[in-house]
């Protein structure tokens, strides 16, 4: 119980100063403390994942962890692209709809191949903020030519999950 609320203390400590929401536009202050704060959340929560006897709290645990393992990456794109002050790259936004886009499809599709009604649910759900993000934020942030290739990339992602949603049932289907 004691690990619980620790792991909720040290996740509440890294959204608020090590690596806040706002740090996926403007970048972090300082990227390699921001990850390992990040990461060392993510694998907590995986790792208590594993003494936690009740189903449903072992489902959110591991939903946190993985999480916080895409929030690091994400950290990472957005650090790494996102240029100077003085002026800011609008690529490291396009590259973390892709990214996300990428990682739901993924998720989506091992989901329905290994019958993973929680990783299935999971991919929606990051594919959905995904679309989310490119029309809240790349629609009114972005110049034009980054804005098309956000709405292309995930478009892309959307086809590509689709299709593959149709193959997998047609297969499950036939066998």
Same mark, same amino acid.
């Not at 449903?56 to 929030?71: N, P």
């Given at each position: 119980?004691?690990?619980?609320?620790?792991?909720?203390?040290?996740?509440?400590?890294?959204?608020?100063?090590?690596?806040?929401?706002?740090?996926?536009?403007?970048?972090?202050?300082?990227?390699p403390?921001?990850?390992?704060?990040?990461?060392?959340? &993510?694998?907590? !929560?995986?790792?208590?994942?594993?003494l936690?006897?009740?189903?449903?709290?072992?489902?959110?645990?591991?939903?946190?962890?993985?999480v916080?393992?895409?929030?690091?990456?994400?950290?990472?794109?957005?650090?790494?692209?996102q240029?100077?002050? !003085?002026?800011?790259?609008?690529?490291?936004?396009?590259?973390?709809?892709?990214?996300?886009?990428?990682? !739901?499809?993924?998720?989506?599709?091992?989901?329905?191949?290994?019958?993973?009604?929680e990783?299935r649910?999971?991919?929606?759900?990051?594919?959905?903020?995904?679309?989310?993000?490119?029309?809240?934020?790349?629609?009114?942030?972005?110049?034009?030519?980054?804005?098309?290739?956000?709405?292309?990339?995930?478009?892309?992602v959307?086809?590509?999950?689709?299709?593959?949603?149709?193959?997998?049932?047609?297969?499950?289907?036939? &066998?």
């Amino acid at each position: 119980m004691f690990s619980v609320v620790f792991l909720g203390l040290a996740a509440l400590h890294t959204v608020v100063d090590e690596a806040p929401p706002g740090s996926l536009v403007d970048g972090v202050v300082d990227l390699p403390v921001a990850v390992t704060a990040v990461l060392c959340v &993510g694998i907590a !929560a995986l790792l208590v994942s594993q003494l936690v006897e009740l189903v449903d709290f072992r489902l959110v645990l591991l939903g946190v962890g993985s999480v916080a393992i895409l929030y690091a990456v994400s950290l990472t794109i957005v650090d790494l692209l996102q240029g100077d002050a !003085a002026e800011p790259s609008q690529s490291a936004q396009v590259a973390l709809s892709m990214f996300w886009g990428i990682v !739901a499809l993924v998720a989506i599709v091992i989901g329905l191949v290994g019958d993973v009604r929680e990783l299935r649910y999971g991919g929606l759900a990051l594919l959905g903020l995904s679309v989310a993000k490119v029309f809240a934020y790349d629609l009114s942030e972005l110049d034009s030519l980054y804005r098309v290739l956000s709405f292309i990339a995930v478009g892309i992602v959307l086809l590509v999950g689709a299709y593959a949603y149709q193959r997998v049932r047609t297969a499950g289907a036939q &066998g």
